[in-house]
T-cell receptor, first 110, second 113 residues
Framework: GQQVMQIPQYQHVQEGEDFTTYCNSSTTLSNIQWYKQRPGGHPVFLIQLVKSGEVKKQKRLTFQFGEAKKNSSLHITATQTTDVGTYFCAARGSNYKLTFGKGTLLTVNP | KAGVTQTPRYLIKTRGQQVTLSCSPISGHRSVSWYQQTPGQGLQFLFEYFSETQRNKGNFPGRFSGRQFSNSRSEMNVSTLELGDSALYLC????????????FGPGTRLTVT
């Protein structure tokens, strides 16, 4: 079945530093989604990317979809303590099942 | 608009027992999906329901089953519980079948002893 590999598994940063998490697939994706889960919380939908090379911004968050539609990234500029949580990418494969990456746990030192 | 609700929030069961978890989607949402979340395996897809029909199923044994009612509310059942079934079970709703914008509930934390 389809797999989306996400790296790194963990990332610890000082407040104000930037953060990036990457999602890679061996197959071409029709689209990709990003979710955030705060500690003790549930996943919250952030965004969906559909077009090759697409770049979308939400305040300090920048989402990119690769030209080949096999990879994606989420970049946070100048992290804040409110950014703490696990960031997941998700993609729906040809079997129509929504597959989530293992996530990147971001911790921020104030 | 009220979010996705799940009941119960916490549950402790013994091996061999069965459990039923409930999910009420956001009003107007007709699709409900279930996921199992564990530290080791992450978020794993269980099943997806739309219009009372199971549209897709993950790679879980037959002990895991579910259903959806005419009001879009959904239940999942796990029979003959095993220790490895201890997990956070998350329900997510979306407007349409196959929608990738899913709204998750707070989850049911199941502990099997």
């Amino acid at each position: 079945g389809q797999q989306v590999m996400q790296i790194p598994q963990y990332q610890h940063v000082q407040e104000g530093e930037d953060f990036t998490t990457y999602c890679n697939s061996s197959t071409t994706l029709s689209n990709i989604q990003w979710y955030k889960q705060r500690p003790g919380g549930h996943p919250v939908f952030l965004i969906q990317l559909v077009k090759s090379g697409e770049v979308k911004k939400q305040k300090r968050l920048t989402f990119q979809f690769g030209e080949a539609k096999k990879n994606s990234s989420l970049h946070i500029t100048a992290t804040q303590t409110t950014d703490v949580g696990t960031y997941f990418c998700a993609a729906r494969g040809s079997n129509y099942k929504l597959t989530f990456g293992k996530g990147t746990l971001l911790t921020v030192n104030p | 608009k009220a979010g996705v609700t799940q009941t119960p929030r916490y549950l402790i069961k013994t091996r061999g027992q069965q459990v039923t978890l409930s999910c009420s989607p956001i009003s107007g949402h007709r699709s409900v999906s279930w996921y199992q979340q564990t530290p080791g395996q992450g978020l794993q897809f269980l099943f997806e329901y739309f219009s009372e029909t199971q549209r897709n199923k993950g790679n879980f044994p037959g002990r895991f089953s579910g259903r959806q009612f005419s009001n879009s509310r959904s239940e999942m059942n796990v029979s003959t519980l095993e220790l490895g079934d201890s997990a956070l079970y998350l329900c997510a709703s979306s407007r349409a079948e196959g929608s990738n914008e899913q709204y998750f509930g707070p989850g049911t934390r199941l502990t099997v002893t």
